[in-house]
């Protein structure tokens, strides 16, 4: 299993709508969690952590369920400036922060 | 407000050519790094330095070198040039140590293609 996964997407979605993603990690002694938004051609940028008992941020909500070892994502009331690839980061405590392959969210009007 | 700071934003190499690619950082932060990304493989850790003086291997170290000059930059060498180097390089920084719960601000990108 590998360190970080996520599914590559691309979620397409209307204006509106709600859109989750998840991301799943093998390594059970992972602290940290934190989500990335990357826009096409630009660099990472962080979006949120994730913390133990859950955190929302606007439109934006983050969960970690522990004993399934996944994080996840949820966007609501989708906007168009929502397009992006969002990648999943996970630090496993022994090393640096391992990123996922990202999951590609398409708005559309 | 500067962040982070990498030099150029493109490069074109020929196998075999060497090249340094610079990053500077004005936050203050303590630890920086060295990452790649290409299409399917998502962001891989060439090299990161927790302090001044200081670097480590990441997951992909073979064919670079990097130099932590003083606190605020962290440069990243090719010697000798590949195609399989031809990558977007991102270069980031962190307030805290690389394994603490301290998020990365990244620079631009530099976009290197090798022939």
């Known amino acids: 299993r590998k360190e970080v996964e996520q599914d590559p997407g691309p979620f397409n979605v209307p204006e509106g709508a709600t859109v989750a993603f998840n991301c799943t990690y093998s390594?059970?002694?992972?602290?940290?969690f934190f989500w990335y938004r990357q826009d096409c051609r630009k660099e990472p940028k962080l979006l949120m952590s994730?913390?133990?008992s859950g955190n929302e941020d606007g439109r934006f909500t983050a969960q970690l369920n522990r004993a399934s070892q996944y994080i996840s994502l949820l966007i609501r009331d989708s906007k168009l400036s929502d397009s992006a690839t969002y990648l999943c980061?996970?630090?496993?405590?022994?090393?640096?922060?391992?990123f996922g392959k990202g999951t590609m969210l398409l708005v559309s009007p | 407000n500067a962040g982070v700071t990498q030099t150029p934003k493109f490069q074109v190499l020929k196998t075999g050519q060497s090249m340094t690619l610079q990053c500077a950082q004005d936050?203050?932060?303590?630890?920086m790094y060295w990452y790649r990304q290409d299409p399917g493989m998502g962001l891989r850790l060439i090299y990161y330095?927790?302090?001044?003086?200081?670097?480590d291997k990441g997951e992909v170290p073979n064919g670079y070198n990097v130099s932590r000059l003083n606190k605020r930059e962290f440069s990243l060498r090719l010697e000798s040039a590949a195609p399989s180097q031809t990558s977007v390089y991102f270069c980031?920084?962190?307030?805290?140590?690389?394994?603490?719960?301290?998020?990365?601000?990244f620079g631009n990108g530099t976009r290197l293609t090798v022939t």
């Open positions: 980031a920084s962190s307030e805290g140590a690389a394994t603490s719960n301290s998020p990365l601000h």
């Open positions: 390594n059970s002694a992972s602290q940290s």
């Open positions: 994730v913390y133990s």
């Open positions: 980061v996970v630090i496993p405590g022994y090393s640096t922060l391992t």
């Open positions: 936050m203050n932060h303590n630890s």
């Open positions: 330095s927790a302090s001044e003086g200081t670097t």
